[in-house]
């Protein structure tokens, strides 16, 4: 064979091997499908692996600081500026705070009951009793429910992430 077959036939072979190449794996494929459909906010969703939020409330100081993403129902979004969204866990009760600055971000009324894909850094700060008080009364006039400040004995960590991208979309 001459140098200029052998060249032929290696330009010939460079396309069909990368035709090959049939991109990321059906379940890459999917999660990353999956975070870009439906309204993206901010930054939208970069990375590939969430954190269950039922993990994050159990030990919050572990990911201070760090850049995670979260998966949760919508169950409740700033009424006044849309500046946050709350969002399920997995156990009755749990719920996270999902915080832009004002103006920066605007979760709309209506996406309560759809199911955000959410990526920020998480912002967890341990209270005082005092400050868990003034907190939970705040929560009370805010939501029109009652408080009982000798029910609250103990402190407790805040916890919510300072958002830089979000995906709402209508299901799981």
């Not at 009324?109 to 939970?136: C, D, H, L």
Request: aromatic fraction near 4%.
């Amino acid at each position: 064979m001459t140098l200029r077959t052998l060249l032929l036939l290696g330009a010939l072979a460079v396309p069909a091997l990368t035709a090959c190449d049939k991109g990321p794996s059906k379940s890459e494929a999917a999660t990353t499908t999956a975070a870009a459909t439906g309204l993206t906010l901010g930054g939208g969703v970069k990375l590939k692996e969430s954190v269950a939020i039922a993990a994050l409330l159990a030990d919050p100081m572990k990911l201070n600081g760090k850049t995670i993403r979260v998966e949760g129902m919508i169950t409740d979004v700033c009424p006044k500026r849309g500046c946050w969204m709350q969002l399920a866990g997995s156990q009755p009760g749990q719920k996270l705070k999902f915080k832009v600055t004002d103006g920066e971000m605007v979760f709309p009324m209506e996406s309560k009951g759809k199911w955000a894909v959410a990526e920020g850094v998480v912002a967890a700060r341990e209270m005082t009793v005092e400050e868990t008080k003034a907190a939970a009364e705040y929560e009370a006039k805010e939501y029109g429910i009652k408080y009982d400040p000798a029910s609250i004995t103990q402190p407790k960590v805040a916890v919510r992430i300072d958002g830089t991208g979000a995906v709402i979309r209508d299901k799981q």
